[in-house]
């Protein structure tokens, strides 16, 4: 267990990292006004005008508005009037041609969490949307003090305690790292997927299983988990032990309980849910399982999209510079710690492999050797200060954007 005077420290470390965040979008907008339209990616272009959240009233919300911008929307939506709110707008599906709601395009356990979470806020006398806002922002934090708290605790088993502050420093101050205090997925996704893999480790395999489940009804990279879980239970034993287990059923209940997270997603997959999930990623957003032609052919968009404009430039460049990190930490992490790895380079393959190279940076988020590896390369002083100067201003510059509902990822 992690001793109570780390845990006091990591909360203070997190109180204060998201009271400065959010004083500091609050304080930019204030200060700056951005030119508009961005345009980082070709469709930004008539999506981030002065009037382009009009009518969109889950984003116009006053109450925490700096953190409430794109898919925000329909999490808030979701929470507030459920997945077939209409308010949430629909797109045609070209090749049935029947609407689909938008708000299938996302995975459901953060909104119904953040709808029950938002009760008392109700309570309290605040509007619906403005409590439901409240609630996304509770989840997301707690979620990633959690995965502050299990970062911790792999990275000290792995390395030693001052390289575990600095992976949960590195963490709290990647360039994108403001989403975990954000109304999205991240925090509450890195919580349990972090979890799930640290009670791998101490052969608590139910609550690792359970809280893997909970990680696959949060964001596809939830099923994911299937693979370090496997792993670790394969390897939990050595060749005679395992050899032995192969008649003992309490060892193949554990390798089921490893597969419990794909199981899951597969149950979500083929409910109405998953279904609208489904459908909207193919037409709408252009995403899918391992859709290789797709990704491609989408990195040749880029490519030479990023030719006509510095904005795309910048986007796509930080894009590629996250994704290579990322890999070079899971290969790196591979020989000393096979399953986090395992997790994080299945992170990569499916986000780069889904169709589409939008949104990498944030994708890169949840995998955690990307904060082991810059841990360890932050033994070196000048490594550490470099880096926590330029991640520090990258962050500053990605929090204004969001703030300002420009295309961050």
């Not at 009518?55 to 006053?62: R, T, V």
């Not at 696959?216 to 005679?240: D, I, M």
């Not at 997603?265 to 193919?282: D, K, N, Y």
């Amino acid at each position: 267990m992690i001793p109570k005077p780390t845990l006091r420290t990591l909360v203070l470390i997190w109180l204060g990292w998201f009271l400065v965040l959010y004083g500091f979008q609050s304080l930019v907008s204030h200060r700056l006004g951005l030119l508009r339209p961005d345009l980082a990616v070709p469709w930004t272009r008539t999506e981030t005008l002065s009037t382009s959240n009009r009518g969109k009233i889950y984003l116009l919300e006053p109450f925490m508005n700096k953190q409430v911008a794109w898919d925000s929307e329909y999490y808030v939506g979701i929470a507030a009037g459920g997945y077939d709110d209409p308010k949430a707008g629909r797109v045609t599906n070209p090749a049935t041609g029947k609407p689909v709601v938008k708000n299938y395009s996302f995975f459901p356990l953060y909104p119904f969490i953040m709808k029950f979470v938002a009760q008392p806020f109700a309570w309290l006398g605040m509007d619906t949307i403005a409590a439901a806002v409240a609630a996304g922002l509770v989840v997301t934090l707690l979620g990633t003090l959690a995965g502050m708290v299990a970062l911790w605790q792999i990275t000290r088993d792995l390395l030693d305690e001052d390289s575990a502050f600095r992976a949960v420093f590195y963490m709290l101050i990647f360039p994108t790292a403001f989403f975990f205090a954000m109304v999205y997925t991240e925090g509450l996704f890195f919580g349990l997927a972090l979890w799930s893999l640290l009670l791998s480790k101490r052969k608590q395999w139910v609550w690792a299983s359970l809280l893997a489940v909970l990680a696959a009804w949060t964001r596809a990279h939830g099923a994911a988990l299937v693979v370090p879980l496997v792993w670790s239970w394969l390897t939990s034993q050595n060749k005679e032990e395992r050899g032995a287990s192969l008649e003992n059923w309490k060892w193949w209940a554990q390798g089921a309980l490893a597969l419990l997270p794909l199981a899951a997603f597969l149950v979500w997959r083929i409910s109405p849910l998953g279904r609208g999930w489904a459908e909207l990623q193919s037409f709408f957003f252009g995403r899918g399982f391992m859709s290789i032609l797709r990704s491609v052919g989408d990195i040749r968009n880029a490519f030479e999209y990023a030719q006509t404009t510095s904005h795309a430039a910048v986007y796509y460049s930080i894009e590629a510079i996250v994704v290579l990190l990322a890999l070079a930490a899971s290969i790196w992490l591979f020989r000393i710690d096979p399953p986090v790895a395992l997790f994080g380079l299945a992170v990569i393959l499916l986000s780069v492999m889904s169709g589409s190279v939008q949104s990498l940076a944030r994708y890169m988020l949840i995998s955690p050797p990307l904060y082991i590896f810059l841990a360890r390369l932050g033994r070196n002083k000048v490594f550490d200060r470099l880096w926590t100067i330029a991640s520090i201003l990258w962050l500053g510059i990605s929090a204004t954007l969001f703030a300002f509902d420009m295309w961050v990822g």
